[in-house]
């Protein structure tokens, strides 16, 4: 709600619904696992009455320490040590339910200790999906003081424990692609690409990447918007 360059962009319409909504129901298998890690200074008042309208867990807590949210949101709801918890920013509304599965299996078997759908993995910037246990959680909450790896939950993470990476490819770059939720013509953007889906939800990433191809008048629209950097 808080954000600086598109105030309340979660809670902004899209499909006639809030943007956060759209997130949710972008990710039905998952849904009972959701947690809305979300901010205590009293702007989070429509987030916290949509979430319980939804029946979708919340959390809050500080506006700046990210990192503490997620720690305080995952031993609330008795995470365990090696349980895999999953980072979504809620500012991709055009999340992927297959793609996030890709990412959650992958560490559940337990052959890396992060694994990430990311800035480096050439998808499109606005799928972001990363998974990690609680234990890496804890020791990255116990020891990062820098500011910058208290609001952004895992740059501190390698810091304090030797670790595992695997990233997924897109196998391709479509990093210069933004469906991420910033600034105002992003929110243009994506509001684009779903009047072209007549505002469903449950097209596929292929039916995206299609789309996005076909018709480059629909990211023409916010290529001009540069990611913020950390």
Excluded at 15 to 32: F, H, N, S, T, Y
Excluded at 112 to 122: A, I, K, Q, T, Y
């Amino acid at each position: 709600m808080t954000s600086t360059r598109l105030p309340g962009k979660v809670m902004l319409p899209l499909c006639g619904k809030p943007v956060l909504q759209v997130m949710i129901e972008r990710l039905p298998r998952w849904r009972a696992s959701i947690i809305v890690a979300t901010t205590n200074d009293g702007t989070e008042a429509p987030i916290m009455a949509l979430c319980q309208k939804l029946g979708v867990a919340t959390f809050q807590g500080d506006t700046e320490d990210v990192l503490g949210r997620y720690y305080g949101a995952a031993t609330k709801f008795g995470a365990k040590p090696n349980t895999t918890i999953v980072r979504l920013t809620s500012d991709c509304p055009l999340i992927d339910e297959s793609l996030c599965s890709d990412v959650i299996k992958l560490h559940k078997e337990n052959q890396f200790d992060m694994v990430n759908l990311g800035p480096h993995s050439g998808f499109p910037r606005g799928l972001d999906c990363c998974a990690f246990s609680f234990q890496l959680l804890e020791a990255a909450h116990l020891n990062a003081t820098d500011p910058a790896a208290r609001e952004h939950v895992t740059l501190g993470m390698p810091k304090f424990q030797t670790m595992t990476t695997h990233t997924l490819s897109a196998g391709s770059d479509y990093s210069h692609l933004r469906i991420t939720l910033d600034e105002p013509d992003d929110y243009k953007a994506i509001s684009a690409i779903y009047a072209h889906f007549n505002n469903r939800l449950d097209f596929s990433y292929a039916d995206l990447m299609k789309a996005l191809k076909e018709k480059p008048e629909l990211t023409d629209i916010n290529k001009h918007v540069e990611q913020k950097s950390v």
